[in-house]
Structures are given as C-alpha cells and as structure tokens.
C-alpha cells in the first residue's frame, strides 16, 4: 500500500477507537514491551489475603481489583476521571466494592493500599493506612517514553523528576518505612503508527497538547521511519515501592474499632 495511503488508514484506526479505563488490547501485536520484571498482581494477592480493608487508587475501569478477587469485605476503589467512573463503578459493583470519585477520609482505616500507575500522596496514605498495614505501588517514572516525546519534538513528560528515589524520600518523610524498592527502564517497540497515536490518546498526560493535526507532520516522519525499520522502539521506565505503617504500640493495639470504618469515608 502507497505509505500516505497506509498512514492515514492507520490514523483513521486509532482516532476511532473509543479509549476507556486501562485496557491496552487495542495494542497486542501492535505494541509489545513495557512489562517490568515483577508482576504485580502476583505481588498484591498475599497481602490480600490477610485483609480486612483495601483502598485502590485511581482503579481505571477497575480491571485490577477484578483481577484480584475475591477482594477484602471492605473494599474501595478511587476513580477521579469521569469517563471511567461507570466503567468501573459497573465492573466493581458485583465484588462488593465502593467506587468513590475522592480519597476517603478518616484515619487508620485500610490494612492495604494499592496504587498501580495512580497518585502516590503520601501523607495521605500514611494517614489512611492502618498501624501495620501496606502500601504497594507501581509508579510510571518521570523519563517514561521520553525518547517518543523527543522523536515527535514534544515538551518532556514530566515537568519534574519522579523516580524510586524521590518516590521514597516523599513516603519516609511522611512517616512510613520503606520495605522493597525496583526500578527498570524496559523497551517498548511501536509496529506501527497507529500504535504510537493510540497509546498517546489514552495516555494524554504523555503529550499534553497532543492532537493528530498538531503532530501531523511529526507522526509522518516517524510512520517513515517504522516503515523502514520496521519498528520504532522507546523506554518505559517503572518503579515498584512497598511500604508500611509502623504497628501501635501494645498498649494501643485493640484500640480501632472496625465496625466504625464503614462510616469514615
């Protein structure tokens, strides 16, 4: 197929797909990576079990907790982006689960947090978590795809560093111990244009003034050089922290009432 041809069937692809929460199956075979060495869910599921109370920050369309289950008897989900907000309140539902647009309030509530690519606020989590609960969080990296911005002459990312160091700094300051940290930067290899403009839609924070007309004559350059190469790979860049609230004291252990958590949030 003549390449202007191809490239805007393949624009026309990606602009039509309606993106909600964080499934990528859109991309299988068309974008391959980014997968860091640890998984996730497996890493989440023990500290589950000996769970009372779950918090999941910024859930998507809840595809996570789904995976999990069976989930906590407490369990809810935070979801600030209004276009997901029915897409996981419909999927959550079933399992039980809260779906609320802001974080709860109260205190020493959760016996686990998780965070998987959301917010990482830390003085709120050391608030909401209870004494000896666990905070386990996957965190996108400020250099994240870096080199895509560079190829279609966006701005940076990020306007600032976001890294396992910074990341830990902020949550020992706000008085919880750190238990595991991992940092990997992966490759991620775009087949073709399509690809790279889907993964910038439902990833709008990559690029934030990213439209196809925009970037049209950018996205030419590099639908040229995947045609050459046949590829056109960037780096992902992924942190994992687990961290935990130090227990109460003895004297005080007992002193959370469980049947009040339900009416903190």
Do not use: C
């Not at 004297?251 to 009416?263: K, Q, V």
């Amino acid at each position: 197929m003549e390449s202007g041809r191809q490239y805007e069937q393949l624009v026309a692809e990606a602009v039509g797909v309606s993106i909600t929460g964080w499934e990528f199956a859109w991309l299988d075979g068309r974008a391959v990576g980014s997968y860091p060495s640890w998984a996730f869910p497996e890493l989440a599921r023990p500290l589950l079990r000996r769970a009372y109370s779950l918090l999941d920050l910024d859930t998507g369309g809840g595809e996570l907790l789904a995976e999990l289950a069976p989930l906590p008897p407490l369990t809810v989900a935070v979801e600030s982006w209004a276009p997901n907000v029915p897409v996981a309140r419909d999927r959550l539902t079933p399992f039980g689960v809260s779906v609320v647009t802001e974080l709860p309030g109260g205190e020493d509530v959760f016996d686990v947090v998780l965070s998987r690519h959301g917010r990482l606020p830390a003085e709120d989590l050391a608030r909401l978590l209870k004494p000896g609960g666990t905070l386990l969080s996957q965190q996108v990296g400020s250099d994240d795809l870096a080199d895509l911005n560079e190829v279609l002459g966006a701005p940076p990312p990020y306007p600032r560093a976001w890294t396992a160091e910074t990341a830990t700094a902020a949550l020992r300051t706000a008085g919880l111990s750190v238990t595991e940290v991992r940092e990997e930067r992966i490759p991620l290899t775009f087949h073709d244009i399509g690809a790279v403009i889907y993964q910038l839609r439902a990833v709008p924070w990559q690029i934030r003034d990213f439209s196809v007309e925009k970037y049209d004559r950018a996205l030419r350059r590099l639908h040229a050089i995947i045609n050459t190469q046949g590829h056109f790979t960037a780096t992902a860049h992924r942190f994992l922290v687990e961290a935990t609230r130090e227990p109460a004291e003895p004297e005080l252990a007992g002193a959370i009432n469980p049947g009040t958590l339900r009416r903190t949030y």
